[in-house]
């Protein structure tokens, strides 16, 4: 196998992926910053490189009515989105999920209005949070392009059948160059193969309604069969992540755990700020202190077994939430890991911070400061700090 | 204009009775709603396997609570406002999938089946995005004139004066305030190359099914708006169903009509227009409009000022307005 490195934009990586997947619907409506990725596309289609049907809608909402469409006519279909355009998606998504369709979107992280913002945070992915698809959060560009590739595999497994989001940071991943080592075209189509649903609306032979009403006699199963879909997807990641890793040589778990073996120290994170904060652990490591990171790759299914394995076991942990859930604590990511880790038998005393929000940079220094104020939490010399915005003026 | 079928002889009525019904009984549709009518019609009317695609209405709620359908062909409702985009997705999915043999390669029709709220308000960005794109669909609107199963509400679609729950009649409000929109006018303007109004009725009986086939042979999205009426909104009694919907042709309230290409035909003349006050009398939402003389003055102007523009852009001659309103022996208004 002879692999090819690009300098590519996540943007770029993302449509080069969606090319070699080659899907046989895409639906596209423009917003930045992902924006360029159906843009790309497009010029794939419009070059003949593509076997994929356009569908450029006049809205988000329509965008992933399209696919909910061409999902259960039978295809495989795929679209990108960010912010307003995710919001105006919400009502289809949760359709998307219930219907059980396997549609993969590519989501470039950004802010929701108001005020406007086109930068990066969290916020438009966690509004989804409880919609029913898969959820995975990347580092890098590279993480990028393996992730979408493995996505149609995990949505369209028989034991998940849900949709999948693939989420990266806006800008920093979005638009920053990476040096990315590609797959073959014929590689990425051997892996993800075809799609062949076993119940489709174009099977006329054999009609089908699709979309009926339940009353509350059948509705509550419906709504937990989703729910067991999503825990089998708990295995059914990483087991694709295995199969990838063992044929292009790079693996991807539910979670990245950095110098954590013998931590006593740690931050948690979700996305591209997990650089940041490894940079952060070195430095600290280089002083001596025992710290360490750890990143969800999947926030749904929630790793909650890997969260508590890991987690437990220190002393002192500052959760980084890039969206905030106002009128709570902290943010979502804060909630769910404090959650989770009630029941250990013992656990570490936990921060949170919100950070990043509309494309805020997060500093090395704010950061440092942060791990600075676990260390003393963890000697005993100082209270955990209480959640809070990490950087915000008074 | 593009060929269709139907220039050959139509099918007799009898013929299509013994067809299989695509949309079984035993739905929980009112009795004497219209449009299990149009659906069956519908249905049946196509030479073709459909695929349908529905928005959530009355229709919706009442064919397909699981673990039954009344569905015999395919069937797909995604939400209330996307049935147009919805379709988009699945006729380009058909496509996709017929060049890459992955299904049979044959004739396939898509069909919408949405209803006025669906299809003039909260579903018109969607269905004029899918007309502009030209999907190749088409699409039904079951124009009952307002939201029914949420419980009567208003649409753009409620005529001028009709009571309903979100415009009751009060001391200081005679119903809805304004005129109907121009749906099917501004379906025109989207330049599809089939559209067309029609309704269920006996002295027509071919008129829907006809209409049906010539849009199944478009090139692009075909539009076809039916009225449809609703017993319980428009107060009637159910068996008045199809008489109520001849007073509304009768009255040209409601021509029959279809555009091909841009090039509008008229359907059905009647020999001498019905007074509107036979349309008004005939249902309970417009019983407080009966003694508002000029009210329903103005209503019978504005009636014959869109019946002439249509007869103009028709190319046919005016009609006379019947001068003594013959004796009407359908439908009496009900609460
Ligand atoms: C986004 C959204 N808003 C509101 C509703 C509630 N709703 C369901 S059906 C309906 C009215 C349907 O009216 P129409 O399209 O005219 O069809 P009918 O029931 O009259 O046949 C409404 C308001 C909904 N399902 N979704
Ligand atoms: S309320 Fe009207 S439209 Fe709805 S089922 Fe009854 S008659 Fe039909």
Redesign the pocket.
Known sequence: MSNRFAALTGNQAAALAMRQIEPDVCAAYPITPSTQVMETYSQYVADGAVRTELVLVESEHSAMSACVGAACAGARAMTATSSQGLALMH?VLYIAAGLRLPIVMAVANRALSAPLNIHGDQSDTMGSRDAGWIQLYVRDVQELYDTLIQAPRIAEHCEVMLPVMVCFDGFTLSHAIERVELLEDGAVRDFVGVYRPERYLLDVEHPHTFGPALLPDYYTEAKRQQREAMSRALEIIPHVALEFGARFGRAWGMVEAYRLEDAEIAAVVLGSTAGTLMEVVDRMRERGVRAGMLRLRAFRPFPAEEVVRLLAPLKAVAIFDRADSPGTPSGPLYEEIRSVLYDAPARPRISGMVYGLGGREMLVEEASATYEALERAAAGTAEIPPPGYLSARG | MFQHKTATAPVSLKKLAEQPDLLTGGHRLCAGCA?SAIVRQVLMASTYPVVAIM???????ATTVYPATAWRVPMLHN???NAAATASGAEAAYRALRAKGRIPDRELRFVVF??????YD??FQSLSGALERGTRFLYIC?N?E?????GI?R?S?TPLGADTSTTPVGEAVLGKPGWRKDLTGIVVAHNAPYVAQTAPTAFRPHDLKNKVARALEAPGPAFINVL?A?TR?WRYEPADTIAITQLAIDTCYWPLFEVIDGKWHLNYKPKQKRPIMDWLSAQGRFRHLLKQGRLVAEIQARIDSEWDTLLERCGEAPVAAASVPPPRKAAGASD
Request: charged share 15%; net charge negative.
């Open positions: 009502e | 449009e928005a959530t209405g009355c229709l919706e709620v939400a209330f406002e949405a209803g006025d709220g669906g299809t909260i579903g079951f009952n307002g939201y029914m199963n949420t509400q649409s679609a449809s609703c909104g």
